[in-house]
């Protein structure tokens, strides 16, 4: 299951991140900072994939399933 809500959370950063990224990646640092953003959904300390998933993605799917 923490591999399922990883590579769900992991494929929606990547869909939003294919258009965003012509946007934003003049900033400073931006690709140091979408480096720690993955390393943080991938850690088993943090549990961020699962934090996101349980937080926005399950209650929009929950929402839509009817």
């Known amino acids: 299951v923490r591999w399922m809500m990883y590579w ?3 494929s929606l950063f990547m869909a939003t991140e294919t ?3 012509l946007l934003i990646s ?3 640092f931006y690709y140091e900072v979408k480096m720690a953003f993955v ?3 991938l850690s088993p300390y943090t549990r961020g994939a699962s934090l996101l ?3 926005f993605v399950h209650p929009t799917l929950a ?3 009817k």
Do not use: K, S
Request: charged share 35%; glycine share 0%.
């Open 8 to 10: 769900i959370v992991f």
């Open 19 to 21: 258009f965003t990224d």
């Open 26 to 28: 003049w900033f400073p």
């Open 39 to 41: 390393i943080w959904l």
């Open 53 to 55: 998933y349980r937080r």
């Open 63 to 65: 929402r839509r399933e």
